[in-house]
């Protein structure tokens, strides 16, 4: 397995790649991340084009087992977040 990308082997490439200072690149990074944080909360969904989309969903209440004792126990409702890959990026990887 190949290692990951760490988030300064980003910046450095961002960097390399637009001719801007890694720390220029860092900021507009931030910027990225928190306007997906702000858009998906207040609209429940962001789009970043060519990559994918943050979609803030509400799960119902259900029911579960508990794996330790088998014994069957209510899961309440909450929202969760998930990431849906475009079919651009689908298609390039794959």
Do not use: C, W
């Not at 397995?1 to 082997?9: E, G, I």
């Not at 507009?28 to 990559?51: Q, R, S, V």
């Not at 069957?72 to 298609?91: E, L, S, W, Y």
């Amino acid at each position: 397995m190949a290692k990951k990308m760490t988030k300064s082997q980003l910046l450095e490439v961002l960097a390399e790649k637009t001719g801007n200072t890694k720390k220029d690149v860092a900021t507009f990074l931030e910027t990225i991340a928190e306007t997906a944080y702000k858009y998906t909360k207040e609209n429940g969904e962001f789009t970043l084009p060519g990559i994918g989309k943050l979609v803030k969903k509400h799960r119902a209440a259900r029911m579960g087992r508990n794996p330790a004792t088998g014994e069957q126990i209510q899961i309440g409702a909450k929202t969760v977040v998930k990431f849906r890959v475009a079919k651009a990026a689908k298609d390039s990887i794959l």
